[in-house]
């Protein structure tokens, strides 16, 4: 069964960097048949697709045309994990954050991460 | 990207079938098998619910089925049931190789 954990702090202050992490269990960042996505979700911009990270004999990233200045999705093969780094951060950028595996849909969801952005 | 369209809420009563619609672009929905569904109840993760415009994974009900014609996708429930009453969101590959989700429907259960 897979399973996603994420980890990384909830308060993020404005103008830094937002960094989260993923770690996968019962399925592999380097797999051939699924991508690994972050997804954020809050009451003013409802759910929102950030990127996502996949290999394919070659690492792919692909992001939201919003995001593409300020944010990188990196896969870790070591920790089997994928990490978010969003820069420059707003409240605007303050949401719940979500990793998912996609291979047939986003099939799989970590438990979400509630970032909050005030100084 | 413009999020996809979907109404605000749908009701019904028990045993009753109702449709969610997603209205999209031909560079979204209209251009791609690539639609989903998602159900989310207050405070959990979205959980996938269709996949492809019309496939079911493992473990879900039958009274959830998927279709799609032109720039309009659409979800039935059919059988209502008290547990179905949640948030459900649809979601569409796009043209720039990125994905975008609809704006979210409250099903009630009366």
């Known amino acids: 069964q897979v399973q996603l954990q994420q980890s990384g702090p909830g308060l993020v202050k404005p103008s830094q960097t937002l960094s989260l992490a993923c770690a996968i269990s019962g399925d592999s960042v380097a797999s051939n048949s699924a991508a690994w996505n972050w997804i954020r979700q809050s009451p003013s911009r409802g759910l929102e697709w950030l990127g996502r990270?996949?290999?394919?004999?070659?690492?792919?990233?692909e992001y939201a045309i919003s995001m593409k200045s300020r944010i990188n999705i990196n896969p870790d093969t070591t920790k089997n994990q994928l990490s978010l780094q969003l820069n420059s951060v707003t409240p605007e950028d303050a949401a719940v954050y979500y990793c998912t595996r996609e291979q047939h849909g986003f099939d799989y969801w970590g438990q979400g991460t509630l970032v909050t952005v005030s100084s | 990207q413009s999020a996809l369209t979907q109404p605000a809420s749908v009701s019904g009563s028990p045993g009753q079938s109702i449709t969610i619609s997603c209205t999209g672009t031909s560079s979204d929905v209209g251009g791609y098998k690539y639609v989903s569904w998602y159900q989310q109840h207050p405070g959990k993760a979205p959980k996938l619910m269709i996949y492809d415009v019309s496939y079911r994974p493992s473990g879900v009900s039958n009274r959830f089925s998927g279709s799609k014609s032109g720039n309009t996708a659409s979800l039935t429930i059919s059988g209502l049931q008290a547990e179905d009453e949640a948030d459900y969101y649809c979601s569409s590959y796009t043209s720039s190789r990125t994905y975008v989700f609809g704006t979210g429907t409250k099903v009630t259960v009366l």
């Open positions: 990270t996949y290999y394919r004999s070659k690492w792919y990233n």
